[in-house]
């Protein structure tokens, strides 16, 4: 693999820059880390072209956006290297909100713009390149969710606006009301996962002209489990296609495979480790032929194409 930047996507035609990879922060606080450390990561994602930082209210029991505020103000400049991806809409008991018993879909007009105001003095900007409804809220009507997003971006608190999570026909119902589409769908997608090829989720990503994101592209971690027969025929396959693309791990194979469906997913990367960010930065200059995307796919499947 060369060392060339990864490339710069839109995930819609007339939408804001981002990168192909994200670098995801669910587990960011997960161990103790200091603002400095984070800060350091932030700089080396934004080296190395992974500018793309995706993040939500709840992640590190509604700390990780404060977190990230805090780091990114330590490097004058750093933010606007930077496209902040955040995302609201579940409610979950904590010491922050002792008064919820229950956790809780609210999608409504009220809850997301004061979610974002929240984010935006947590993460210390003026604005958000992408938000998104993190669920649906089977409880708020389309029209209600619209209004919130809708004035975000009138107000030019958000750039634009999307959704996690939702299924074919929920996207078409609050596009329905959106004065502009949704900008992206972020899915479960991986090797392991692969329900957003078969459901339809991606066909509407290309028939509507929007990039998908994928969250857990490692499947959490199972497609190394070579303890389970799917680890190990990964783990074959990817010995085999190793010398062919230089020397590619199953990892930088598996995120080059999700980003092969011609929906163009952006694969959200979650990891606290330096050198994990580095090799999955390279996987974005991986091209697979059609011959070894299929080979992967069979190893996952543990059987041929239909």
Known sequence: MSGERPRR?????????F???????WRMLDEKVTAQEINRRLNLCADLGMTTIDTAEIYGGYGVEAAL???MALSPGL????EIVTKAGIYLPSPEHPGRSVAFYDATAARLVASVDRALGKLRTDRIELFLIHRPDWLTSVDDSAEGLNRLVRDGKIACAGVSNFSP??????????DRPAATNQLEFSLLHRDPIEDGSFDL??????????WSPLAGGRIFDLSSPAGQRLAAAAAELAESHGG??????AYAWIMAHPSGPVPVVGTNRV??????????ELSLSRHDWYRLWVAATGHGVP
């Open 275 to 284: 050198e994990r960010i580095e090799r999955a930065a390279r996987a974005a």
């Open 248 to 253: 590619a791990s199953l990892e930088q194979l």
């Open 169 to 178: 026909s929920q996207i078409e119902a609050l596009n329905s009301r959106l």
């Open 205 to 214: 990503c290309q028939r509507a002209r929007f990039r998908p994101m994928a």
């Open 19 to 25: 990168s192909a990879m994200a670098y995801g922060t």
């Open 69 to 71: 505020g805090e780091a």
């Open 9 to 17: 996507i839109r995930f819609t035609t007339d939408g804001p820059e």
């Open 79 to 82: 933010r606007d290297r930077l």
